[in-house]
T-cell receptor, first 111, second 115 residues
Framework: SQQGEEDPQALSIQEGENATMNCSYK?????LQWYRQNSGRGLVHLIL?????REKHSGRLRVTLDTSKKSSSLLITASRAADTASYFC???????????FGKGMKLTVNP | GAGVSQSPSNKVTEKGKDVELRCDPI?????LYWYRQSLGQGLEFLIY????????KSGLPSDRFSAERTGGSVSTLTIQRTQQEDSAVYLC?????????????FGPGTRLLVL
């Protein structure tokens, strides 16, 4: 089954609201990353959290990692229309040289 | 500095033809990755290069797919005898070392349509 599954699959909110996306994974990891993709093109790296970290902030982004539950969440505060995109979590597999991406979550922020 | 570039941006080909997709990674990045993304789906790992060697080719879907990297820089993904199910966006990424140490920087992708 999929390593790195985002939940919900789609989210629609109003500008100014917070958006929370969750990611679950199955194997042990060294780190977990979140990426954003606009219009089905290249992905942009947002934030990386290592397995020994529990929380990380970057601007309006807050990421948490719970290795005991094998889950992570991405919180976008005070959302903007420009945050409309698909968001992916990606995990290594604790020794593998590749990242495994989830199917992504489509966020729509309505102005 | 310049990011990852890919060419062509779009490619339309007929079933059975061969195609070559090119990726120029960020200068100095030793690791290079190819992914495939079908419409509305996540990224499917294809192959990973460290320098010119490919330690992990496990994602290549069939022997019609091959990739090479020369001079530790440019990489070419070749699809022979294309099939309609090969239609997808092909994404390339590079990083300065192994993935769990560094983030990956993606190119804009090549959108391939096989008629």
């Amino acid at each position: 089954s999929q390593q790195g599954e985002e939940d919900p699959q789609a989210l629609s909110i109003q500008e100014g609201e917070n958006a929370t996306m969750n990611c679950s994974y199955k194997t042990s990891i060294n780190n977990l990353q979140w990426y954003r993709q606009n219009s089905g093109r290249g992905l942009v790296h947002l934030i990386l959290i290592r397995s020994n970290e529990r929380e990380k902030h970057s601007g309006r982004l807050r990421v948490t990692l719970d290795t005991s539950k094998k889950s992570s969440s991405l919180l976008i505060t005070a959302s903007r229309a420009a945050d409309t995109a698909s968001y992916f979590c990606a995990t290594d597999q604790g020794g593998s040289e590749k990242l495994v991406f989830g199917k992504g979550m489509k966020l729509t922020v309505n102005p | 500095g310049a990011g990852v570039s890919q060419s062509p941006s779009n490619k339309v080909t007929e079933k059975g033809k061969d195609v070559e997709l090119r990726c120029d990674p960020i200068s100095g990045h030793t690791a290079l990755y190819w992914y495939r993304q079908s419409l509305g789906q996540g990224l499917e790992f294809l192959i990973y290069f460290q320098g010119n060697s490919a330690p992990d080719k496990s994602g290549l879907p069939s022997d019609r797919f091959s990739a090479e990297r020369t001079g530790g820089s440019v990489s070419t993904l070749t699809i022979q005898r294309t099939q309609q199910e090969d239609s997808a966006v092909y994404l390339c990424a590079s990083s300065s070392s192994s993935p769990y140490q560094e983030t990956q920087y993606f190119g804009p992708g090549t959108r391939l349509l096989v008629l």
